[in-house]
């Protein structure tokens, strides 16, 4: 689905935007093993407010997934396209995400989105939605859990322990660096829980998060800080 399509059926409000969650929610395809860690791409994004200037800025980083070296990159600058409510945060950000995808000349490969998949109070969380809407295998690493308890792994790099809903295990809160705190590991669409867990380790060589987040994330805010001097001198 383009970025022009998901705009033109964008919801208003929140009771719209729960209805397209769960009709979406429905979509989300579990039964993948994903694409094998370590292999073709793999592409994080992330984005940038300013809800001052009502702007926000999408990246998305393609990485060479032996290497971690930098393929492709691009960006996409918008307008906020849905106002801040917990739990339909995806909503603000998938349409400016979306285009810069769409502006990739690379094949995407697995998306890596910070944030969450199912591991959401609704199931749907921005890596689900996204992964639904292009049809992308994707996962979400987040910083910090969201509503779900977890005993606390192990302290050696690679130990996990489940995020619960009650006894469903929804993620997972996985250490990538020795003794640092961990980052909560969700499947979006199109790939497992192992799969996902073993990306985030294969991402993680030198810091806690990701290089598919810590690029993005870099990227996203240059391309905001510039807008803003645009909006400035306009």
């Known amino acids: 689905m383009s970025h022009q399509q998901i705009l033109a059926d964008w919801p208003a409000d929140e009771r719209s935007a729960r209805a397209v969650q769960d009709e ?6 579990l039964d993948e093993p994903g694409p094998p860690p ?22 998305a980083v393609v990485l060479d997934a032996a290497t971690l070296d930098v393929v492709e990159e691009s960006t996409a600058v918008g307008r906020i396209s849905f106002p801040y409510v917990p739990g339909l945060l995806a ?15 690379s094949r995407p490969g697995l ?20 992964g639904v809407l292009t049809g992308l295998p994707t996962i979400g690493v987040a ?15 690679g130990s996990s322990a489940p995020l619960l809903d009650g006894d469903l295990e929804v993620g997972r809160a996985l250490r ?11 499947v979006g669409h199109r790939t497992s829980l192992d799969t996902a867990c073993a990306h985030t380790l294969s991402l993680t060589p030198n810091y806690r998060q990701p290089e598919t987040t810590r690029r993005a994330d870099a990227l996203c805010r240059r391309a905001l800080a510039e807008a803003q001097e645009d909006a400035t001198r306009a």
């Open 38 to 59: 370590g292999t073709g791409f793999v592409t994080g994004v992330d984005v940038a407010y300013d809800d001052e200037r009502d702007l926000v800025a999408a990246a």
């Open 143 to 157: 910083k910090n859990p969201f509503t779900f308890t977890h005993e606390e792994p192990d302290a050696p790099r």
């Open 91 to 105: 909503f603000r950000e998938i349409p400016t995400v979306v285009a810069a995808l769409e502006a990739l000349n």
């Open 24 to 29: 979406l929610r429905a979509r989300v395809v």
């Open 176 to 186: 990538t660096r020795d003794g640092v705190k961990p980052v909560y590991v969700s």
């Open 111 to 130: 998306v890596v989105c910070d944030g969450y998949g199912l591991a959401h109070p609704r199931r749907f969380g921005l890596a689900s939605h996204l």
